[in-house]
């Protein structure tokens, strides 16, 4: 049964990535190619990094396959503060001549990031070949918001299930028996050795949406076609300030005390007053540099192992030849399997410091 359900996972997997290799060979009928004057077998070289950007990269529409009006694509709600409220379809800018007309005013779209313009789209270019035009307040559903709701959804049915599980009896059952030794590890092996024995249970919720929500996320990304979401720096960092805020929200007076005074009673004043102007700015960096550092380590990881997906795949038709294939595919696979530890390991790590962080910041003077 064992080998049955491994065979099941390298079947799904496989099948993943050659649904991945099918919608990067429909792109590259649209991607621009750079002549090549050398005589050489080929005259022309794929575009590698435009094409992975393209698809690591947010999106005001949720694109499947095909291009062009053959292909399949979910519009999303663009939202724009511009004189007032804007809400219509992201259909407009992808299919079309790609102008949208709303409430009177003209809107295009370039490289993702909406500009206002008149009625011909005009953009105009500063000399480094950025648009100057008008950027209204976008607030669009996009194709990363849209992941985050999916898993936000997700994560209220799957533990609205467990609840209903624990009320109906105590012995866990089905989802509920495979979630409860996770929600265990997380307070047993994150919480309590951080945080303390006293007062853990106030941070708990917290600990447990962070981990399953990155979790989640981290594995839905995996899917060919899904949205990036932990790959993407504003996502990363917004996670990074919710953190910061916990952790000085929470500090307590002894907290701060070692912040600004980090000596406390082992040095007498007159000495503090030649080392405090050095070690005092640099203990209120770190209040920053933690969350920055949650921020950049989940962003990085994720970004790096879609890029080297991305980029086996992509070896069939940057050596322009199905002979590569095997190889590729088999790489491919070997990451994909690799990134569902990664997806775990992540979460388990922006969740453990973090807690390191709130156990630092509440811990009292005897505890030291």
């Not at 003209?106 to 909406?114: A, C, T």
């Not at 790096?304 to 992509?314: E, K, M, P, V």
């Amino acid at each position: 049964m064992n080998r049955i359900k491994l065979l099941g996972l390298v079947l799904s997997l496989l099948f993943f990535q050659l649904s991945f290799a099918q919608s990067i060979e429909e792109e590259i009928e649209e991607v621009p190619r750079i002549s090549d004057h050398h005589d050489t077998e080929h005259d022309s070289k794929f575009d590698l990094v435009g094409t992975i950007m393209h698809h690591i990269s947010d999106a005001h529409e949720w694109h499947f396959w095909g291009e062009g009006e053959n292909g399949v694509a979910l519009p999303l709600p663009v939202i724009l503060i511009d004189n007032g409220l804007k809400v219509f379809s992201s259909h407009g800018f992808y299919h079309g001549d790609g102008i949208v007309e709303n409430g009177g005013e003209h809107y295009v779209l370039h490289h993702e990031k909406i500009y206002k313009t008149d009625v011909t789209g005009t953009l105009t270019m500063d000399e480094e070949g950025h648009p100057t035009n008008v950027k209204p307040l976008d607030f669009s559903i996009t194709k990363n918001v849209t992941m985050m709701l999916v898993g936000a959804l997700l994560l209220i049915l799957l533990f609205g299930s467990v609840a209903r599980s624990y009320k109906k009896g105590m012995v866990p059952r089905g989802l509920a028996g495979f979630l409860e030794p996770l929600v265990v590890f997380v307070r047993e092996d994150i919480a309590i050795p951080n945080i303390g024995e006293r007062k853990y249970k106030k941070y708990m919720p917290y600990l447990l949406t962070l981990f399953f929500f990155i979790w989640i996320l981290n594995l839905m990304g995996l899917i060919p076609g899904a949205a990036n979401v932990t790959g993407n720096i504003a996502f990363t960092m917004v996670l990074a300030v919710i953190a910061l805020l916990v952790v000085n929200i929470s500090g307590n007076k002894y907290y701060w005390k070692h912040i600004f005074d980090p000596l406390g009673d082992g040095m007498p004043w007159y000495g503090k007053i030649l080392i405090y102007p050095i070690l005092i700015p640099v203990e209120v960096v770190g209040i920053f540099t933690k969350p920055i550092a949650l921020m950049i380590r989940l962003f990085a990881n994720m970004t790096a192992g879609h890029i080297i997906i991305l980029s086996f795949i992509s070896l069939i038709f940057i050596l322009g030849t199905v002979a590569v294939s095997p190889a590729s595919i088999l790489l491919t696979l070997f990451i994909n399997v690799l990134e569902l530890l990664v997806a775990a390991l992540q979460a388990y790590i922006f969740t453990l410091l973090t807690a390191l962080f709130i156990g630092m910041a509440v811990v009292e003077h005897e505890e030291h």
